[in-house]
């Protein structure tokens, strides 16, 4: 653990949370310990390390320094008090739930996600017997009314993948309050440079590192944070975390770790038994990107706002679902929650639906057609027929994705040669 002072602000926690130069060699770059495993002391070293008696590395699948100073760095910025990285985004939604869940059991999903999580959810998850119920995050009541004495989540996106929509964190909070039972935000698309979940009510946060984190689209990875807030050990929904294990001799991960017990476990049985760990290269690869991440941001969402700007005055554009213009009905609500830019992902309809939609990839120059987000490169997607392509017409057009819809994520080019792009690419169709 770093001795960081945690009243730094958060462009220094970005920087130094986590990374404290390697007291071995001196190397301010921190290293990638490249291992699977860690040799013990001795035979009874080995065996406190089993029982969970002693902290240390014994297997890169459950835990990893490099990997821990990026769960380090997370945790800190999130505001949280324990991460636990994951192989992707998606093992993160995985992993997140895996100590809540039993079969038969119940969450509370938003119908606007990332078409991939609809579907992990509304198909996968139905293998292991969990339920996923989707509701409109527009309304916090929709959740309220979905409330059973089976549900053990909630699960929304802070900004919501594709567009422009923001989601109300502190008013869906309240309902999992009352429900007693913990509210997970994906924050992947904020960032916790633009909001900080868990001072808005979440009680678990959940990234896709492999976006704005990473920075570069170069490592897939991802993260779920934990506040440390949940009451485990009152409630008795969740055996996992309240009653004896039988894997660690009796032990109750929340009489035992407190606070850290939901992180403890996602280590000690999640990661151990599912086996979706990030590997130490791409947690530095995310390591370093973070360090930028706040000027990062700053680029990402000044450019988005321009281009938004532009693109709602051009007559090639039937409209533009970007949270940081004043006509957006989700304005007030990104105001509310993110302090900093309304990030720079957002969705356009182009005159002429299907057919000028597919159009228009092929005529811009600039922009990378590619299945990614939050990359420091323009991207640009149609999310019809890619990422929500499994999904059905009525749940594309709920999640944003219909047809005509087309995603940009503005990277942090010059904005002049963003829009120079578009403008031809638009003129041509
Ligand atoms: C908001 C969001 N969450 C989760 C994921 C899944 O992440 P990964 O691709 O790293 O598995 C994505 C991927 O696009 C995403 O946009």
């Given at each position: ?5 945690t009243?730094?602000?958060f462009?220094?926690l970005a920087?130094?949370s986590g ?51 990026l769960e380090e760095k997370l945790a800190t910025l999130e505001g949280g008090r324990g991460a636990t990285a ?72 802070s ?25 997970i935000v994906d924050n992947t698309?904020a960032t916790p440079f633009l909001c900080q979940a868990i001072d808005w009510?979440a009680d678990i946060v959940v990234h896709?590192t492999?976006?704005?984190l ?9 993260i779920v944070i934990d506040s440390g807030k ?33 992180t ?26 973070i360090?930028?991440l ?136």
């Amino acid at each position: 653990m770093s001795k960081l002072d945690t009243n730094f602000g958060f462009n220094t926690l970005a920087v130094h949370s986590g990374t404290a130069p390697d007291p071995t060699t001196g190397s301010r770059s921190f290293p990638i310990y490249q291992t699977t495993s860690f040799v013990f002391d001795d035979a009874d070293h080995a065996a406190s390390l089993f029982n969970l008696q002693a902290p240390g590395f014994i297997y890169s699948r459950l835990t990893n320094p490099t990997v821990a100073a990026l769960e380090e760095k997370l945790a800190t910025l999130e505001g949280g008090r324990g991460a636990t990285a994951t192989s992707s985004g998606h093992s993160a939604d995985t992993l997140a739930l895996f100590p809540l869940m039993t079969p038969g059991k119940e969450l509370i999903v938003s119908d606007k996600l990332y078409g991939g999580t609809i579907n992990l959810m509304a198909k996968s998850f139905k293998k292991f017997g969990w339920e996923a119920i989707f509701v409109d995050p527009d309304n916090p009541d929709y959740f309220r009314k979905a409330l059973t004495k089976n549900t053990r989540a909630i699960f929304i996106e802070s900004i919501a993948n594709p567009g422009g929509i923001i989601t109300d964190i502190e008013g869906i909070s309240k309902v999992a309050n009352e429900g007693g039972i913990p509210l997970i935000v994906d924050n992947t698309m904020a960032t916790p440079f633009l909001c900080q979940a868990i001072d808005w009510g979440a009680d678990i946060v959940v990234h896709s590192t492999t976006k704005f984190l990473s920075g570069q689209g170069n490592a897939l990875g991802g993260i779920v944070i934990d506040s440390g807030k949940f009451p485990w050990r009152e409630n008795s929904k969740y055996p996992s975390l309240s009653e004896p294990s039988s894997e660690y001799n009796g032990l109750i991960f929340a009489e035992t770790f407190g606070d850290l017990a939901y992180t403890m476990y996602s280590h000690a049985i999640s990661l151990r038994d599912l086996g979706c760990s990030q590997s130490p290269m791409n947690a530095w690869i995310t390591l370093n990107g973070i360090e930028t991440l706040p000027l990062r941001m700053e680029r990402h969402c000044s450019n988005a706002i321009d281009v938004a700007n532009f693109l709602e005055k051009h007559s090639s554009v039937e409209w533009v679902s970007y949270a940081g213009l004043n006509s957006s009905p989700y304005y007030e609500l990104g105001k509310k929650f993110l302090k900093n830019g309304a990030g720079s992902v957002f969705t356009i309809g182009v005159k002429g639906g299907y057919e000028s939609g597919i159009k228009m990839l092929e005529y811009v120059n600039l922009f990378s057609h590619v299945a990614n987000l939050g990359d420091s490169h323009s991207l640009i997607l149609h999310p019809a027929s890619t990422t929500h392509r499994q999904l059905s017409e009525e749940q594309q057009i709920s999640a944003g994705a219909g047809p005509e819809v087309i995603r940009l994520s503005i990277g942090i080019e010059n904005v002049e040669d963003i829009i120079s792009d578009l403008d031809q690419a638009l003129s041509r169709l």
